[in-house]
């Protein structure tokens, strides 16, 4: 194919801290939109009407069913994720009071956005970004825990590790995911100390406790754009990018949403739809609560994480992880192609027990194997108690109160398991 015309040229700070800037050159053929196609109407109204809630609330009934069949079916990984969750305990709870300290007055009340990007950059984070903080974006379930004073967000991208990533689906890519967390929960807290010694008050939002969804800032933060896989496609590390971000008081400058292609560059790629085991991915966008996106389908993405270790396959398989939004940019400018698509080096992967998936080739399952259960574990539970109730022929007192205490039982156990880890600790509901 011929070489394309460059449209514009964006310039980012290197990954690690002292880094050269690089340079991503953009096609002009695939220039379509700073940030990502919305109608903040729309996003108002939903916001307002229908508040978002928590993974960890709205469908509990899946997140204790997808325990279970980890257990079966990756007991290993399982285990991982136990004692996982009870590392990171004390961390989300340090996390979710590290709004409460009330710092001494500033000294300096002028600009302090270098300062912090600085002093991020040093803890670590690959990608820093300012914007306003959107509270359209925040659960329901979590309002009351977010201070209403704090105006500006900092978005904080951490890479988790490469090597262990291209191993998805995998035990060891699963602890590398829970390192990544691990390691965002002690720099953040560190940031936030940083802050507070500046005179100014911060909370945090993540890793495994958020707010709500972060990927919106992230793009008006110009950290990158919203890909086919649902996940924020970063300029250093793709969909790699674990995502956190930090309300605070401190004056500083906003960065602006920017396009860097994404938005054409994955019509043409495609290759996480073409590629996902379950067919959880939509080949066509949509509008959905203002936005417009490809819609993931739960039901066909949740059964093959549950058993397959967290999957992943839609970020090993992005181009834009594996090599770099810089040399995928590169390649098409000078190719018009999309680097590594229809090769195994890009495409490939294996499942355990189902076997080696070369480019062009993909996993056949039952109908039954994406049978599970939706929606919130009680209100199941509550269908479930009517049910029996209403097939019984001779219901008596007897009968009708063993039913009872069984609804009890359950209702119990599932409100214990609230703090249980989602997905490696995604979302997790203390």
Known sequence: MAKRRIGKIITRPGLGYGDSDIEIPIAQDLLKVEGIPQR????????????????????????????????????????LY??????????????????????KPPVDIGDHTDDIRDKARQLGYGEIGFTKFDRRYVYQSRKEFVRTDLPNAICLAYEQGYVETQDMPSYVSE?????????????????????????????????????????????????????VNGQLLSPHFGSRARLQVIITNAPIKYDSAEDYGIYKFCELC?????????????????????????????????????????????????????YGMKPVMEHYVETGEVLGKGTDDLESYELENKGYFRSGKVPVFDRDFFDM???????????????????????????EHKLLLEFKDRLDTSSENKGKVVDMGMDMEF
């Open 373 to 399: 259960p939706e929606g919130r574990l009680e209100h199941n539970l509550l269908e479930k108690l009517r049910s029996d109730l209403n097939d019984s022929t001779s219901l008596d007192d007897k009968y």
């Open 270 to 322: 495609q290759v996480c739809f073409m590629r996902c085991p379950g067919k959880a991915i939509q080949a066509q966008r949509v509008w959905f609560r203002g936005v417009e996106k490809n819609k993931l389908i739960a039901k066909r993405c949740r059964p093959v994480m549950a058993r397959y270790s967290g999957c992943g396959i839609c970020m090993k398989v992005c181009p834009i992880q594996k």
């Open 82 to 103: 136990s004692n996982y969750q009870k590392k990171m305990a004390p961390w989300i709870e340090k996390i979710k009071r590290s709004g409460d300290k009330t710092p």
């Open 175 to 227: 602890v590398a995911q829970g390192d990544a967390y691990m390691s965002q929960a002690d720099l953040s807290l560190k940031l936030v100390e940083f802050i507070n010694e500046m005179g100014f008050s911060a909370q945090i939002s993540g890793p495994a406790w958020h707010f709500g969804p972060m990927i919106p800032m992230f793009v008006e933060a110009g950290l990158g754009q919203l890909g």
């Open 40 to 79: 903040d109407a729309e996003v108002s109204y939903y916001s307002r009407e229908f508040p978002l809630e928590s993974f960890a609330l709205e469908h509990s009934a899946s997140a204790e069913w997808a325990q279970t069949e980890r257990s079966e079916h990756t007991p290993a990984t399982e285990e």
